[in-house]
């Protein structure tokens, strides 16, 4: 069965980086774009970022452009998110999803992992 | 960026009742439309793909119409685990967005 588990979440002051990681299993991770979806605490789903199958291509929301760093490493099943110049705003449940079908629905969510920014 | 307004934003029901949540883009996303049900603490789960079609496991009471910029989600006869949160979610085009949330509450 398909099983997206984040870690690397954690209290970290303004400013300051963290990465998240993401191991994938019981599908061909290779063949799939992967996501990144945050939810701050009590508000609603914000879409942060995506890359391709490949590695070759990525897009992120505009509010994280230029701070965050979407990667994957195929040969690990790994997805990862480098989250540089934290903002207290940054605070969220991050997710990682996988999507699915015809629609590109988010068919496989993470237990999420919980980015504290916090002085 | 397309825009998804979702409404109401809450509402109360007894069990047994039919529910209908609205959703509508800022922009023809044609049936690129996707609607979750989050339980507290929990990931989404993906009820509707597509506008219309029921994912896997997910009971015939959730039904799913609309295309172009209005969509709805509706239960036809409530629940008591249907007490939630739910969310529509355009996947037509980056950076993809969602709808704001509606909070089906017990009347």
């Known amino acids: 069965q398909v099983q997206l588990v984040e870690s690397g979440g954690g209290v970290v002051q303004p400013g300051r980086s963290l990465r998240l990681s993401c191991a994938a299993s019981?599908?061909?991770?290779?063949?799939?774009?992967m996501h990144w979806v945050r939810q701050a605490p009590g508000k609603g789903l914000d879409w942060v970022a995506v890359?391709?199958?490949?590695?070759?291509?990525?897009w992120y929301a505009e509010s994280v452009k230029g701070r965050f760093t979407i990667s994957r490493d195929n040969s690990k099943n790994t997805l990862y998110v480098q989250m540089n110049s934290l903002r207290v705003e940054d605070t969220a449940v991050y997710y990682c999803?996988?999507?699915?079908?015809?629609?590109?629905?988010?068919?496989?969510w993470g237990q999420g992992t919980l980015v504290t920014v916090s002085s | 960026d397309i825009q998804m307004t979702q409404s109401p934003s809450s509402l109360s029901a007894s069990v047994g009742d039919r529910v209908t949540i609205t959703c509508r883009a800022s922009q023809n996303i044609t049936t690129y439309l996707n609607w979750y049900q989050q339980k507290p603490g929990t990931a989404p789960d993906l009820l509707i793909s597509?506008?219309?079609s029921l994912h896997s496991g997910v009971p015939s009471r959730f039904g799913g119409s609309g295309s172009g910029t209005d969509f709805t989600l509706t239960i036809s006869s409530l629940q008591p685990e249907d007490f939630t949160t739910y969310y529509c979610q355009q996947s037509y085009s980056l950076p993809l967005t969602f709808g704001g949330g509606t909070k089906v509450e017990i009347k």
């Open positions: 597509a506008a219309s």
């Open positions: 999803v996988r999507p699915g079908g015809v629609a590109q629905s988010f068919h496989y």
């Open positions: 890359m391709s199958y490949d590695g070759s291509k990525k």
């Open positions: 019981g599908f061909t991770f290779s063949t799939y774009a």
